[in-house]
């Protein structure tokens, strides 16, 4: 009898002692488990961080701080020099007059009859002041009078000095006669003196309508 509950109280022994081994590897992969999943919640916390700090967020910041605008232009009579004046001071642009290397005379007559020969045989007239480079601007505004129907000769010889290839052309003018069909004569010979750079639609408008100019720039986003 001794023999028989000594044989049972061993086999209980066995039992829970197997049992026991068995639940081990259970705890162990809930463990491991545990481990990778919070692996995977860092890391898909991490990479967005990372998205919103970027440097190519960055670098297009700073290209859009960099840009530069010139004013440049042409001025005979005073009144384009009056509208670049103000736009420049509009855009804070850099402002630039364009000199001839023989200036046109004082008399309207001549200078007149000077200008017509020149835009019948597409003259470039020289310029005494060009800048060796305009790579430094972005957006360039090019003012003029209406000479002959058109921009005078010597906006050619500016325009096509320079390699315009992805830069922003913003033509302005103003004459006597406001004639509409006489400017958008002389946007043509921008956009054809202009390679490679987009002309955009011009300014036409009288130096003293400044509300008109104020428009103008503001809807082209060229106001700073």
Known sequence: MFKKILGLMMTAIMFFALAACGQAPAQNSDTQASSDSAVISESSETEPSKTETST???????????????????????NTEEMASYIAEQTNGDLLEIE???????????????????????????????????DEYDTILVGYPIWWHTAPMIIGTFLENYDLSGKEVYPFTQSASMDTEQFNQSIEFVREVSKGAAVHDGLFERPSDTGTIDTYLSENGLIK
């Open 100 to 134: 001839p290397e023989t200036a046109y005379p004082a008399d309207y007559n001549e200078t007149g009859d000077i200008a017509k020969v020149e835009r019948d045989e597409n003259a470039r007239p020289e310029i005494a002041n060009l800048p060796s480079s305009v």
């Open 56 to 78: 190519p967020a960055e670098g297009e910041q700073t290209e859009s701080a960099d840009s530069k605008t010139l004013v440049v232009y042409f001025s005979w009579s005073g």
